[in-house]
């Protein structure tokens, strides 16, 4: 089945399940990244993403495929778009392969690359009612937690 | 046409597109911007809208020329649509 790299409706771990179902593999990787209700000490109600939508489907498709040729697995990557409330996934990837260790790493792989390349950006909706864009640069120590994966 | 209308290109017309707080502090999706000739990705920042260019531009901001990744030094064209896509924090 087909899903759609960016949504803004809820994100389905079984239609990503459904999306890298393979007879011919043994195990199939989910992760889910989920709003926290709070990061750096301050409380959320919910945040907020956005996305440069062609160069992010892009990319994450490019990421899919790196995967496949590294791990030989099958990858299914979605991202929420819009506002996401505590608690909900704002992520969601699924990684088939013939083993186990390689759907692992491929659902690994992807998440990891993800987030440092895939242009879309969170906005923090904090209990007080202020906001605040992560798109900061950052170093190798973050100068502040996220409130995401 | 004289002789020294010719020394000095024609600048190029691109389409700036951008995205959280510097889509906040333009107020707007995108902004179209009147280049020299031979600017380049990297040459971009000091040309936008005062209410952008405030600020220096962020560390690590990467490029893209219609919608594909594209290096700093990268010469705009005419009718070129860039974005500059600043650190990411999806996830």
Redesign the interface.
Known sequence: MSVPALTNLPVRIDDLIAAVSDPEHGGIATFL?TTRREADRRAFRAIE????G???Q?EMAAIAAEAHRQFGAVVCIQ?RIGHVAVGEA??GIAASAPHRAAAFAACRYA?DE??????????AHFADGTTA??????TTQPAHD?P?? | MRAYDRIVPDPVTVTVLVFASLRDRLGADECVVRAPHGAALNGVWPLLPEQIRRADAPPGVRYAVNDVWAPAETPLANGDRIAIVVPVSGG
């Open positions: 990244g993403y956005s996305a440069y062609p160069l992010a892009t991202h704002s992520v998440i993800l987030k440092v390349r895939v242009p879309i950006w969170k906005r864009w992560f798109d900061e640069h950052r996220s995401g994966t």
